[in-house]
């Protein structure tokens, strides 16, 4: 039977831990250019753009202890291994996601009630907030397909944080770029950076469910189930299939099933037609990493 662990850990997961560190070294220098220039430039959408940066070195940061521990191998004591922690990592990152979200608008909408004049962002306000948005964008795209290699929820999760943060950015460039333009709308600056909240929350809820269904078990899509009931049908040897069930592992899958097979065959029959059905699954659906079958006969 396929080792569970053949591609969850050892180097796959240093690819992992690879993209993330590079994430945080970006980070650091988007977050120290944008407070800098927010305060100084008097963009208080490239501030709060800022915190949402810093939310992403926070999240890094818990995601590099969760690929380090996922990608210990099997033992005693978890002989399933430790890859189930990275989704674990993915809801804690997208509630944090929802949290940076939902202070980033609190902020911003304090600070249009509270304000009676707007001061324009300087110019120099715009070349980083652009800065940003390619940098982000480039990291979520790599992070993303490592992620996907890997079969990395919590990286893909991280990955999305990129992309959201990529966003907001791209926003706050339009909102300092109007206000600099025409002073008059200054306060753009700031309602833009409330519009960028709302996408953050809206990243962490699809994250947190996402990750949420795969810790309690939820089955793959019912299509999935039909598909695997079929191949299992066509091995030669095999009347019919019950009891078919799956159950995600991070981005895998785990399959248990019945096969039925005619009463006179011989044991070592019976297991050779059982290791066809489990090889057959195992190559024709994506993402299986595990079968276990139980030979009945007819």
């Given at each position: 039977?396929?080792n ?13 831990i ?15 250019a ?19 940066s810093?939310?992403d ?11 380090n ?18 989704n674990?990592?993915?809801?804690v990152?997208?509630v ?6 939902f202070?980033?608008?609190?902020y ?7 304000s ?9 306000a ?102 695997a ?34 009463p ?35």
């Amino acid at each position: 039977m396929k080792n569970i662990q053949t591609d969850k850990t050892g180097n796959s997961f240093k690819e992992g831990i690879k993209i993330t560190l590079i994430g945080v070294v970006v980070n650091l220098l988007l977050v120290s250019a944008k407070l800098l220039m927010g305060i100084f430039g008097h963009s208080y959408a490239l501030i709060a753009d800022a915190m949402h940066s810093l939310s992403d070195i926070v999240t890094d940061f818990g995601l590099l202890i969760g690929l380090n521990i996922a990608g210990k191998p099997h033992d005693k004591n978890h002989l399933y291994g430790h890859g189930k922690i990275d989704n674990y990592i993915a809801h804690v990152l997208g509630v944090f996601i929802i949290f940076a979200g939902f202070s980033l608008a609190y902020y911003s909408l304090k600070i249009i009630i509270n304000s009676t004049e707007f001061i324009s962002p300087c110019s120099f306000a715009i070349i980083v907030a652009l800065i940003s948005v390619v940098s982000k964008e480039i990291l979520f795209r790599v992070t993303m397909k490592v992620g996907k290699k890997i079969g990395s929820t919590s990286t893909q999760a991280n990955a999305w944080h990129h992309r959201s943060d990529a966003i907001s950015s791209f926003a706050a460039l339009i909102g300092i770029t109007i206000a600099v333009i025409i002073p008059r709308f200054a306060v753009l600056d700031k309602i833009i950076s409330i519009i960028i909240a709302a996408f953050v929350v809206k990243v962490g809820i699809n994250i947190t469910v996402r990750s949420f269904k795969y810790l309690i078990d939820t089955a793959p899509p019912p299509e999935m189930l039909e598909d695997a009931g079929s191949i299992a049908r066509k091995v030669d040897g095999v009347i019919d299939v019950h009891e078919l069930r799956a159950r995600y592992y991070a981005d895998s899958l785990f399959f248990d099933l019945h096969i039925t097979v005619a009463p006179d065959i011989s044991v070592k029959d019976g297991h050779n037609i059982a290791k066809q059905v489990e090889y057959s699954l195992l190559n024709r659906i994506k993402g299986v990493i595990d079968v276990t079958i139980h030979v009945d006969p007819i």
